[in-house]
């Protein structure tokens, strides 16, 4: 659900990024990650919070920037002093730069800086899989059985970085400060990023100011983006679903637009 609010729900994960609506299958969901405060990417928390809690799931885990804690319990709290409801049971982690989160779900879930109007970050989660060490490369299978049976941890944990999400940014968030987290969303399996001003209509500045993302300043970066597949969202409900697909056919590289995805979900 992409039209006048964010909402992108990764089963697998059981995850969803950015709560501007709670549609039903974001209640089965247990944590959400949210980019930024606000209200089209974080009003329908109180819902989520209120549904997991009504159907006996294990309590909602919310990850918000840092300094976002405190105004997100606030809105919770006051969505169930409205309706009369007891205390509710839910959770409140600031993600900061550098650290790392597993999720209940098992991925591994860490951030980067993203430019908007307010504080915001995206996200990546990574899977985790078990690789031989670099120094047993090339050794026989007997030789690695035998390193095992006398207890030697013959494997390291790699984190690969499946699936990335954006939120709200401009493509200032390419510009940042060396940012590994950053590097690994540009190689993820897939990219969720926004894609609000598509003409001239809006300026490439204007668009900056509005702190969000031009088509024009996408295709400028289109190296960066080594990923398998670049899901689009965010749209300006200016543009018509046709408007939007002529605009990506017309101004992308082929090999960029090879890889992209627009979500028109709810665009007419």
Request: charged content about 20%; aromatic content about 6%; glycine content about 6%.
């Amino acid at each position: 659900m992409v039209t006048q609010e964010t909402s992108i729900i990764f089963p697998r994960g059981k995850v969803t990024f950015d709560i501007g609506r709670c549609p039903q299958r974001a209640c089965f969901q247990q944590t959400v990650l949210l980019s930024h405060a606000h209200l089209d990417h974080v009003g329908g928390l109180p819902f989520h919070v209120c549904t997991r809690e009504m159907l006996s799931l294990p309590a909602s885990r919310v990850v918000v920037p840092q300094g976002f804690a405190a105004g997100v319990r606030k809105l919770v709290d006051a969505a169930r002093e409205l309706q009369g409801s007891p205390p509710l049971d839910y959770q409140v982690l600031e993600l900061q730069l550098g650290e790392d989160h597993v999720l209940p779900s098992g991925y591994l879930c860490r951030c980067f800086p993203t430019t908007h109007t307010i504080t915001s970050q995206g996200y990546v989660l990574y899977s985790q899989r078990r690789k031989l060490k670099a120094e047993l490369q090339g050794k026989s299978q007997e030789e690695i059985r035998q390193l095992r049976l006398a207890g030697q941890d013959v494997t390291d944990t790699v984190a690969v970085p499946e699936i990335a999400f954006t939120g709200d940014t401009t493509a200032g968030f390419l510009d940042g400060p060396g940012c590994a987290t950053l590097e690994d969303a540009l190689k993820a399996r897939v990219l969720i990023m926004e894609m609000t001003f598509l003409c001239d209509d809006v300026t490439v500045d204007e668009a900056r100011d509005k702190g969000h993302m031009h088509i024009a300043d996408f295709v400028a970066n289109a190296h960066r983006f080594q990923n398998e597949a670049i899901v689009l969202i965010h749209f300006s409900p200016r543009y018509k679903r046709t408007d939007i697909i002529t605009t990506l056919n017309t101004m992308l590289p082929p090999s960029l637009m090879a890889k992209c995805v627009p979500l028109l979900n709810g665009i007419e």
